[in-house]
């Protein structure tokens, strides 16, 4: 199985300040991705990385920004958190010959207060 | 543009009952579908996916699903539900875009609940 593990696992930050989440693969797979998940919403992309220094923007990309200045780290980044940005998030990698599916990280759940 | 849709956000069983999760598809082009199962406190799991040939797909702990692209479905299945199965359930739909990369696109999911 692919190695991912994302950091922190739980945050709580107060409304105003930055927040980075990371997400951590060990091999060296090109593709990683970010995720919010929501009751009712599903999981809805972010962000995602084409490799180091190669980033693009999903549907949900207001408020948040990213970098990859290494293959196997891509950090999300809240610059100024905000209650609705209350969600947990996941980090994904392609796996596969096709790419054609994910795995995904064990989540960060983050409370803005 | 693509979108998935899940019929029911909330489906309930009794244990050795048949489990029917519905999930329905756009797409402008051949998709690939996908079934992922997420446990409380849990990541997504695979539980099986579509990309090309046979269309009824078997999957792990016993789901199968089937692509019928004329009724663009892709509903999951199994027999006969175990207590263990309750947890939440996501169809996706991805294409495969210039560059050979991906993007998944989720619907809202299911919840599925096993009673004795």
């Known amino acids: 199985d692919a190695g991912i593990t994302q950091s922190p696992r739980h945050k709580v930050t107060e409304t105003g300040t930055p927040v980075t989440l990371r997400c951590h693969q060990t091999e060296n797979h090109r593709y990683m991705y970010w995720y919010r998940q929501d009751p009712g919403h599903g999981l809805r992309l972010i962000h995602y990385?084409?490799?180091?220094?190669?980033?693009d923007k999903g549907e949900v990309s207001d408020g948040y920004s990213v970098s990859r200045s290494k293959t196997e780290d891509f950090l999300l980044t809240l610059e100024s958190a905000t209650s609705s940005q209350t969600s947990v998030y996941f980090c994904a990698i392609s796996v596969g010959q096709d790419l054609s599916g994910y795995t995904f990280g064990s989540g960060t759940r983050l409370t803005v207060v | 543009a693509q979108s998935v849709t899940q019929l029911g956000s909330h489906v309930s069983v009794s244990e050795g009952a048949l489990v029917l999760l519905r999930c329905n598809y756009s797409s402008s082009v051949p998709p690939y579908l996908f079934w992922y199962v997420q446990y409380p406190n849990q990541g997504l799991q695979l539980l099986l996916k579509?990309?090309?040939?046979?269309?009824l797909v078997k999957g792990i702990n016993g789901f199968e699903a089937e692509f019928k692209k004329s009724e663009t479905s892709f509903h999951l299945t199994k027999p006969s539900a175990h207590m263990s199965d309750a947890a939440e359930y996501f169809c996706?739909?991805?294409?495969?875009?210039?560059?050979?990369?991906?993007?998944?696109?989720f619907g809202a999911g299911t919840r599925l609940a096993v009673h004795p």
């Open positions: 579509y990309t090309t040939g046979a269309t």
């Open positions: 990385s084409y490799g180091v220094k190669d980033t």
């Open positions: 996706a739909v991805s294409r495969e875009f210039s560059g050979g990369y991906n993007k998944l696109i």
